[in-house]
């Protein structure tokens, strides 16, 4: 059964909730507590978190609660996840966490509007489910995940939407690591307004 969750963003399906490094994109090595809420309907045939897309598993959790365990730990930043996080209204969540010197980072397909207020936001635009339009412009990282070839177009195709100062990256899809990754080392040499970002956690079997 499907929770019927409140609009207001005081209570969200909690998958899990952790403290360690954030393992990708530009705030790769900085010490977060990660919050990852259910439910996901974009349907990344390669999705390396897939326990999470039926939101009905995970306990509706009050968002308080999250405020109060984040702010138990040394790093004042929380990454945001998911399944697809913006999904809910992460508005109550984000100020209330913002309230206490924490910062706010999303890592977001962009398939649904943006709630929340965000001191980072990584923008990852899947072919699945397009992100909304309103996104990009807001988006500090664009975080393209190559999974073959056609993922550099797709990938230059979102760059032109996002802001000049906006982060651009593509990131080896975990399965196919070790036949993108060079494609890749190659891509950014010839393009450098392109970083390459690793999944940094699973080399160093963190969570
Ligand atoms: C699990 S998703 C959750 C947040 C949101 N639904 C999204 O896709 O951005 C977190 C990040 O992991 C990336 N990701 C998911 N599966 C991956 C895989 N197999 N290899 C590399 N990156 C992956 C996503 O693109 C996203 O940047
Ligand atoms: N260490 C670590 N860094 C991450 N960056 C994004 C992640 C995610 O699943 O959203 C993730 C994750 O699951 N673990
Ligand atoms: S959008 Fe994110 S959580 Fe949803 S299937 Fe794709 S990678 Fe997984
Ligand atoms: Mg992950």
């Not at 399906?13 to 952790?18: D, Q």
């Not at 910062?103 to 489910?129: M, N, Q, R, V």
């Amino acid at each position: 059964m499907a929770h019927q969750v409140p609009d207001d963003g005081t209570l969200l399906p909690l998958m899990e909730e952790f403290y360690t490094i954030q393992g990708e994109g530009y705030n790769t090595g900085k010490a977060a507590y990660f919050i990852r809420l259910g439910g996901c309907d974009v349907g990344c045939h390669w999705c390396d978190v897939k326990e999470s897309w039926d939101a009905g598993l995970h306990p509706l959790t009050a968002a308080d609660q999250i405020v109060e365990n984040a702010a138990k730990y040394p790093g004042k930043a929380v990454v945001i996840t998911g399944g697809e996080p913006l999904i809910y209204n992460l508005d109550y969540l984000t100020a209330k966490l913002r309230a206490r010197g924490i910062k706010t980072f999303i890592e977001t397909s962009g398939a649904y509007p943006l709630s929340g207020h965000w001191d980072w936001i990584c923008l990852s635009p899947k072919k699945f489910k397009a992100p909304v339009k309103s996104i990009a412009a807001a988006a500090h990282e664009l975080k393209v995940i190559v999974f073959n070839q056609s993922d550099f177009k797709w990938g230059e195709e979102h760059a032109r939407l996002v802001s000049p100062g906006c982060k651009r990256y593509f990131q080896p899809e975990w399965s196919k690591h070790q036949l993108v990754t060079p494609l890749i080392v190659d891509y950014v040499m010839q393009n450098p307004q392109w970083e390459i970002s690793l999944q940094t956690h699973k080399y160093l079997n963190i969570p």
